[in-house]
Nanobody
């Protein structure tokens, strides 16, 4: 089992940046691909970004491509989401998730989830 704890959310003005972190504990971190998802009020959860266990492959939703960067530090059991050029449309609760299979883009690809961290972007 893997426990995931997100941090780094907050309130930021449009055009600003935030860096989300997700700390993992439990079983071997390198056994898992990692993903970030988000859910805005009244909307379904959506895929944001994913990364393979070895840092080689990354995937992004079209809505964040070129603005967000996912990375991981296996020595620290952590995954990060650098978010630049934020807009009010990025306001959501952001979740990190772990998959023992592959860095998919569906929620069902992931078995373990964190509690989420709120990101609010003001206009």
């Amino acid at each position: 089992q893997v426990q995931l704890v997100e941090s780094g959310g907050g309130l930021v003005q449009a055009g600003g940046s935030l860096r989300l972190s997700c700390a993992a504990s439990g079983r071997t971190f390198t056994s898992y691909a990692m993903g970030w998802f988000r859910q805005a009020p009244g909307k379904e959860r959506e895929f944001v970004a994913a990364i393979s266990w070895n840092n080689i492959n990354t995937y992004y939703a079209d809505s964040v491509k070129g603005r967000f960067t996912i990375s991981r530090d296996n020595a620290k059991n952590a995954v990060y989401l650098q978010m630049n050029s934020l807009s009010p449309e990025d306001t959501a609760v952001y979740y990190c998730a772990a998959s023992s299979r592959y860095p998919g883009q569906r929620g069902n690809d992931y078995r373990y989830w964190g509690q989420g961290t709120q990101v609010t972007v003001s206009s």
